[in-house]
């Protein structure tokens, strides 16, 4: 039987927009034929007439209800799981106007804006018994579940170390206006919350998932260093060095693996966007390594290169994974939100909740190193509160 998942959709904006489209896809052109999505209402919280636009615009199927606030959405009686896609300084408040009305979340990344606000999410999700996910699309990707296989399995041998990167290379000063949401400390904007939790999540999902959750153990130090614009105090350049306590995929005794983790505005890791300057994402192991090319957020294609000892030129592996359907990708992590709801799941074992929050507390040290505050209301565990 074909499980459907009818969605309602939190905000009006462009990533919203490219959610809903992947969404509203046959799924079997991406060969799945056990779950199917429904757009059950869609919300703007400055009109009705924004959430009518956004469905005509879309072509989104009725009935499909639309609302000028979010708290009617949440209690439409005839949505299942809310998609927020507000700016993540107001993630918290969001997510927990949808578990207070009981619906299942599915919340844009980062998380939230600091790790407490996570913590708090989980618990009443558990408490609700209600299925609850960050939207780190990327994980869900063939190409990426195929990478920690790889991993897994030894093909690179120990992976001691990754070096990851996503930059832009746009001025800030030109590029966006004082309250645009990138560059907005109201918005908790900057280069980490935005770009480098996706840097993060290779260094992640290759040196802590594609180890057994019991031998999963956070970063044991965090060293950063960050450049902020002049505009607004928000970070335009952030690198973290991460070390952890453990190797993947053995956890060798005594050895720790660490990696470097790179996010900036100025300056780009694919300058010409043609893929010139090569992978933006290295993991290297005791016997080869494993590149990843395109954005870290979307990657396209992997290379594995064996140590001389592993093999010979000859066996390079040169692989190349599109999105089928000239779609944007985002439907890999819908189906997942469906099979855990129809499954009866709390959470995914892609992207379970300790690790959300393990990588929250990370960006919370680099914040911290960095003299990055953002307003109180925003960092606030205090639920409601008007923002």
């Known amino acids: ?28 052109g991406r060969g799945v034929t056990d779950v199917t999505h429904t757009v059950a209402a869609v919300a703007s919280s400055s009109s009705k007439s924004s959430a009518d636009s956004f469905v005509q615009r879309l072509q989104i199927p009725q009935p499909c209800a639309t609302y000028g606030s979010y708290a009617e959405a949440v209690n439409d009686a005839s949505v299942q799981v809310i998609y927020i896609a507000t700016p993540h300084s107001h993630h918290f408040q969001h997510a927990m106007l949808a578990l207070e009305a009981g619906k299942h979340v599915l919340c844009e990344k980062a998380f939230t804006v600091n790790a407490a606000q996570a913590k708090i999410l989980c618990e009443i999700a558990m408490k609700k018994g209600l299925f609850l996910m960050e939207a780190v ?98 970070d335009e350049e952030t690198t973290m060095i991460v070390t952890f306590p453990t190797t993947t995929p053995s956890a060798l005794p005594g050895r720790t693996s660490h990696a470097v983790a790179m996010t900036a505005f100025r300056v780009a890791t694919d300058p010409d966007n043609r893929g010139s300057a090569g992978p933006s994402i290295q993991i290297h192991g005791t016997k080869g390594h494993i590149q990843i090319f395109g954005p870290a957020y979307r ?8 140590s001389s000892e592993a093999g010979d030129l000859t066996t390079i592996q040169d692989v190349h994974m599109p999105v089928p359907g000239g779609a944007r990708g985002m439907f890999w992590e819908a189906d997942e939100v469906a099979r855990c709801v129809r499954d009866g799941k709390l959470e995914s074992e892609s992207l379970p909740w300790d690790e959300s929050i393990t990588i929250m507390e990370v960006m919370d040290k680099v914040r911290q190193q960095g003299g990055l505050t953002y307003p109180e209301r925003i960092e606030s565990t205090d639920y409601p509160l008007t923002l």
């Open 1 to 28: 039987m074909v499980f459907n998942l009818r969605w309602g959709i939190l905000a009006t904006g462009g990533i919203a927009e490219t959610f809903v489209e992947d969404l509203l896809r046959d799924p079997t």
């Open 137 to 234: 699309w990327t994980r869900y990707f063939p190409l990426s579940i195929e990478v920690r296989r790889l991993v897994q399995t030894g093909a690179i041998g120990e992976v001691l170390r990754v070096i990851s990167d996503l930059s832009i290379g746009d001025e800030p000063e030109t590029t966006w206006n004082a309250d645009h949401r990138m560059i907005n400390k109201d918005l908790a904007g900057g280069a980490l919350l935005d770009l480098g939790v996706y840097a993060l999540t290779w260094v992640f999902q290759i040196l802590y998932h594609t180890l057994p959750r019991s031998q999963r153990k956070a970063p044991s130090q965090v060293t950063s260093h960050m450049s902020k614009y002049p505009g607004t105090g928000a």
């Open 299 to 306: 990657p396209e294609r992997y290379r594995v290169v064996p």
